[in-house]
């Protein structure tokens, strides 16, 4: 376990580094607000950060599924079928 997030932390401090300078390193929407609650960032930049960010997310989760076998995807569903069932 200890791999998955040291390789998670890394890859997610090489991003940051990478894109410091292109969007002040917000890659997370919660950073977004806290720079609009401190004041840090005008609310406009900060609604357009936060609509980039969610755009991206819903872009790379259409390109995992697309690149996702169609079997696995089922495998998935399978697995996660009445879980919350009572």
């Known amino acids: 376990m200890c ?35 401190t004041r840090r960032a005008s609310v406009i930049r900060c609604l357009l950060f936060i609509a980039s960010q969610f755009l991206g997310a819903i872009i790379g989760a259409g390109f995992a599924v697309a690149v996702t076998a169609s079997r696995l995807r089922s495998a998935g569903r399978q697995l996660g079928h009445g879980v919350l069932d009572n």
């Open 3 to 37: 791999k998955v997030g040291l390789a998670f932390g890394l890859t997610y401090a090489a991003v940051l580094y990478c894109m410091r300078h292109v969007g002040s390193a917000h890659l997370n929407p919660a950073v977004t607000v806290a720079m609009l609650l």
